[in-house]
């Protein structure tokens, strides 16, 4: 199995200082451990999970259990003991539910780079093609990529049942984990279905951004970390509207870093949203703008290059104008501060504590003004 990584220092530190170190600590042991029990005749497969482990642990932000853990804290969780390590062995199984959404959408995409690396579809693909072996190389890839995206799936599940978790926290968490794998799915339904119907609407993009982003990325983690806190409806009202906020808002400057995105840093070639035929909110905004404005043929070109695979660079780079020039990029700009701002003030009027408001704030301003 590729080696985990380096993390000497994690168990040194408290977990409110170096939260992504710990949930890399745990994803790591909880996959090493899950590895070592497949049965002698599964070695082969073994190799495979080795794949999906060095894709889980390699790269990603830790967002959504650094998310929840401070959620956990600013209900009133202890920073430290066996609830707290439990918590944290919880939400750490949020990486699973997120490698296997990244596993799935490349799949749908067709993506072949993620965080600079080749995707788990190509990675087989390319094993099939260097082995010589029968059949098609792209349609052993994907079987093999949608395996171990389900295999994500379902040790997600019982990385959460066997965090220690004491009863009545478990009970209290269920509901929105339960919630966060169903609304992750209809996003990624609603996403393709919007691309197989063409539709331009700001409803659908906003539907998509919300169920498919902002619910498991943001909404539904708060939602956990304060439901293991015991949290009544006040506080789950509050940390959803704020991560319903934030999350959407989140989805939002993804849309304009897969549009105007430095490769190097995103990991993902820029335009792959626009080649992909992705109804975004920023291109539904572009293209209502232009019509509005009587460009009929600005929108009409923008409409052309949605979903177009062969995407020429200077096309690309005229969409990028022509966003610019009908205000579509400064109107999502206005939104993602309205919605920040939105946020914020759901997140002043909760009556969550320190040190987890101002850990959560400034995730919040992160999450909303980042380059990657």
């Not at 190799?47 to 390699?58: E, G, P």
């Not at 691309?195 to 983690?221: I, N």
Request: charged share 30%.
């Amino acid at each position: 199995m590729p080696p985990a990584p380096d993390l000497p220092t994690a168990v040194d530190r408290s977990i409110d200082t170096a939260v992504h170190l710990h949930v890399e600590d745990f994803l790591a042991r909880y996959l090493a451990e899950r590895r070592a029990e497949l049965p002698e005749l599964a070695r082969t497969f073994a190799q495979a999970v080795d794949t999906l482990s060095d894709f889980a642990l390699r790269g990603g932000k830790r967002l959504r259990p650094t998310f929840a853990w401070w959620a956990w804290r600013a209900a009133g969780g202890e920073p430290d003991g066996p609830r707290a390590q439990a918590v944290l062995h919880a939400v750490s199984a949020l990486e699973l539910i997120q490698t296997c959404a990244l596993v799935h959408d490349d799949i749908m995409d067709a993506s072949e780079l993620r965080r600079g690396r080749p995707t788990v579809h190509v990675r087989f693909t390319e094993a099939h093609r260097a082995g010589a072996w029968l059949g098609e190389p792209e349609r052993f890839g994907m079987a093999a990529a949608i395996l171990l995206g389900d295999l994500a799936l379902a040790w997600a599940d019982d990385m959460f049942e066997s965090a220690g978790l004491e009863p009545d926290m478990r009970a209290a968490a269920r509901g929105p984990w339960q919630a966060m794998r169903a609304e992750m799915f209809a996003g990624q339904y609603l996403d393709v279905l919007a691309q197989a119907e063409g539709d331009e609407s700001e409803e659908r993009a906003l539907g998509v951004a919300r169920l498919k982003t902002a619910a498991y990325t943001v909404e539904r983690p708060l939602h956990m970390g304060v439901a293991f806190a015991g949290a009544g409806p006040r506080t789950v009202e509050a940390v959803k509207t704020f991560g319903t906020d934030i999350g959407v808002a989140f989805q939002l400057r993804d849309d304009l870093l897969g549009m105007f995105g430095d490769t190097e840093v995103t990991g993902k070639p820029a335009g792959d949203d626009l080649r992909e035929g992705k109804r975004t909110l920023l291109m539904a905004l572009g293209m209502d703008f232009a019509t509005r404005a009587g460009r009929g043929a600005d929108a009409d070109l923008m409409r052309a290059a949605l979903g177009d695979p062969s995407l020429r660079p200077e096309t690309l780079a005229r969409v990028r104008e022509l966003l610019v020039e009908v205000g579509a990029v400064d109107e999502l700009e206005r939104r993602i501060d309205t919605l920040r701002s939105s946020a914020l003030t759901a997140l002043d009027g909760s009556d969550l504590t320190d040190p987890g408001v101002t850990r959560l704030r400034d995730l919040a301003l992160a999450a909303t003004r980042r380059d990657r």
